[in-house]
């Protein structure tokens, strides 16, 4: 989903009215980014409160290329990483996971073995359908264990659309919400759901609704559904005990449009690219009775901060003994502060741009290749700025292309090197990308290599239903990744 | 201004809580347009309801080229014309116009010669400073008469962006409104302020305030006066019995970005063009205790429709002898109707293009020329569809240009002609075009003729100032019109 796709956010359709008002009531952050404009290393992210670049999630086998988790991905989350809910569950928490976990799919990766307690959902994107032969349909499970897979047990019709998964996933979530209620017990739900994710689907009762097609069908299924989660925690009596924060993975992929294409407001190309319609993401934080209602901060904010916001509200510190790159967002919500923090804009291995205050600077700008724009795959479709939407990636160490995002959130007009202005701006950033380079130490990486044998072919669980699958030999290679 | 500046239009910046909170208590309307991208044409459609092909403010110039009324402008407002206040006369409104005219300067087309009473502003752009020998400053009238010139007696500092002129309009405003409600008269107020405009300005309180520089500047002070305006109507107790509505003229100017550019949204191109960008308007109806609180109406509406609107709601009907455009809103803001009727996007004498529900066709595209491009001027900086945005007048009357506004807001996927959709679609268009053009009789072009001497050299009022300036001797030309 992208930073346009709401209506607070300023989508033409106005078609979220459960999110303009979670808005209304709580905290608006335009300036909320994710960590890579690409999902399975943004997720990382989220629940290891730290860049890709040391989770892991990224690869070197190429430069500036984005990696995800695909069925033929052989590493994962690493056990050396400390995931969100493995800190709360020390503090009581109950940790369920819905939706799509993302951070590797071999036994050891399992969400219940990196804190969750509980999971419904897929390790992957819901690609297919597949032959079983050449590769495994994607399986759902249910905590341990596989209960069928996508296409099969779980039905996605391709033809019309129609698909009952955000429904089956938000009814986890009022059930799991409403046990631990129950039980008076803590709890940390991450919806994770894989809608808008194409090929997008929705409900039957959402198909045909909205005046976006498709993709808006499945906006207006995560909205409602939304606002009935917010809704259930009002009923129960717990919304003041319920810190909540609505946000998306990476920016809306302009490259599926117009048919499953998201918007990404005034903001330059989409997903994949480290312009801002990549890497902003609409962000609302709510609590009532503790987040005044009505507020927007400009806060530069990131997923990753949700991680040490988590904690502190939880009233944990994060660990010491690893560099955490979220800052704890609680003073911003809580007492409308805001703290001095850059952004770093990360695609793959290379940092690409860095944000401080309102100074954007690119050290290296790609769109996507001209090998893939012959094939007709456009990251930025209907935009073109010279010397920023390049389709080589180049360099600009020496002399980064400086904007203002404030003057220019469209990134179209780069400022003159010879400016006092960019002087005095290029100071500021060039110290603290420094310091950040100084202190970097890149983690394994753990999206270089795949092999065909480690595709979900007999997940846990597999015999009981009759679906366990013969792996071909392991062969691994150097996994290719083009964008 | 543009459709994408305000917060509930989703700026990043959301720097306009007066705007976003009218909004709230009042009625948004994300698909208003204007009648012409261009001001003077737009304010003649406001304030007749009509068509400019119909009142005139149109050219024959040259195809499909948007013309205005700078100083040197023959024409203006024919005497034939009925005017909004003209007509609200009739049933005992006061009517004020305060800020910029644009409708003609010379003696006949004076605003207090088409229904107005009282007027404080100018009558063209604030542009200058000029040197009263080739060109006069730009008066400033007080009712009937100059009461100085802007850079002379109305400071605009160029340098630094300082002019008092919307404060100047807004205590106007507040002045005109206490003084009918202590008489108990029903009023009728144009509030036609200059700012954003080129070159743009703010008042010392607002300057460096905005995340935006100078263009958000004004923004936020025009935001703050809308919101004095409005405490003032409810601290009066007159709330409800005054009907308000904020839009602009056209869509933001992008060729003065990034400085003095504003935002068009998710929409393509801006200014002087018939994309979406130019003719899409920002638009929020406000009625306390009529229109309800909160609400998002995706009426085809247009200025033309407050001309209708507001006779409606005074109790009036149009005129019955000449076609009126603009049709009555006040059952989509009462009743939340929503009422079948097409826009139709005119650049000079040519219909660009035609809307019905969702669909829009091009029947012609042009962004602007090449020669304008290489002297640096561009309507649509970073944007570049392929075939839409041309920068040849390209013609599609035989076969339009057909795009789903709603899948596709930012105007890049034409629809495959072979489509059933599209032959579906183009059926209804064809036919609802065909039927406005059978019957549109353009009225006499009021924007050919240029001539020196009917600038503002000795406008009323000046000898009493000794400020009459002399005029040269008549030279009559065709204007020549760029885009």
Not at 120 to 127: I, K, T
Not at 196 to 221: C, K, N
Request: include cysteine; aromatic fraction near 10%; hydrophobic fraction near 35%.
């Amino acid at each position: 989903m992208g930073w346009g796709d709401l209506g607070v956010f300023g989508h033409p359709s106005k078609e979220t009215p459960n999110l303009d008002q979670m808005a209304l009531e709580g905290m608006v952050l335009p300036d909320f980014y994710t960590a890579n404009p690409l999902c399975s290393p943004s997720r990382a992210a989220l629940l290891t409160g730290r860049l890709p670049i040391r989770n892991g999630f990224y690869t070197t086998n190429a430069h500036a290329r984005n990696a995800y988790t695909p069925q033929e991905i052989v590493g994962g989350i690493p056990d050396s990483e400390l995931l969100l809910p493995e800190l709360l569950k020390k503090t009581g928490y109950r940790n369920k996971i819905i939706g799509k976990w993302h951070l590797g799919h071999r036994p050891q990766y399992h969400p219940l073995k990196h804190g969750f307690d509980e999971w419904f959902g897929s390790p992957n994107c819901h690609f297919g359908p597949y032959d079983n032969k050449n590769r495994p349909n994607i399986p759902v499970y249910k905590d341990w264990e596989m209960i069928g897979r996508y296409y099969e047990d779980f039905k996605i019709d391709l033809k019309t659309g129609e698909a009952n998964l955000t429904q089956m996933y938000l009814q986890e979530a009022l059930n799991f919400i409403e046990k631990q209620h129950l039980n008076g017990q803590p709890f940390f739900l991450y919806w994770a759901i894989d809608a808008t994710h194409g090929p997008v689907y929705a409900s039957s009762r959402f198909l045909g609704t909205s005046q976006r097609g498709i993709y808006g069908d499945a906006v207006r299924e995560i909205d409602d559904s939304v606002g009935k989660i917010l809704a259930y925690l009002r009923h129960q009596d717990i919304a003041q005990n319920t810190f909540v924060f609505f946000t998306s993975d990476n920016g809306a992929s302009l490259s599926s449009g117009p048919k499953e294409g998201g918007c990404n407001g005034p903001f330059l190309c989409g997903k994949h690219t480290t312009f801002e319609g990549g890497m902003r993401e609409p962000a609302i934080a709510w609590w009532p009775g503790h987040i005044p209602a009505g507020q927007v901060s400009h806060q530069l904010s990131s997923v990753m901060d949700l991680f040490t916001t988590a904690l502190s509200l939880a009233g944990l510190q994060p660990p010491h003994d690893r560099t955490i790159d979220g800052i704890d967002l609680s003073p911003v919500f809580l007492q409308s502060r805001v703290i001095d923090r850059p952004i770093f804009y990360y695609r793959g291995n290379e940092m690409m741009a860095a944000r401080v205050g309102l100074y954007k600077a690119h050290y290296w700008t790609w769109s996507n290749s001209w090998a893939q724009m012959e094939q007709g795959v456009d990251f930025c479709p209907g935009q073109n700025v010279s010397g920023v939407t390049t389709h080589e990636q180049e360099e600009h160490t020496k002399i980064p292309l400086l904007l203002h995002l404030g003057r220019d959130p469209g990134e179209k007009y780069p400022l003159s090197v010879t400016s006092a202005e960019y002087q005095d701006a290029m100071k500021i950033i060039s110290a603290t990308v420094e310091k950040h380079k100084e202190t970097l130490i890149p983690g394994e990486p753990q999206l270089n290599m795949c092999d065909l044998a480690v595709m979900n072919w007999s997940p846990p669980g597999c015999e009981k239903l009759g679906k366990c699958l013969t792996p071909p030999p392991s062969k691994p290679w150097k996994c290719l990744w083009t964008h």
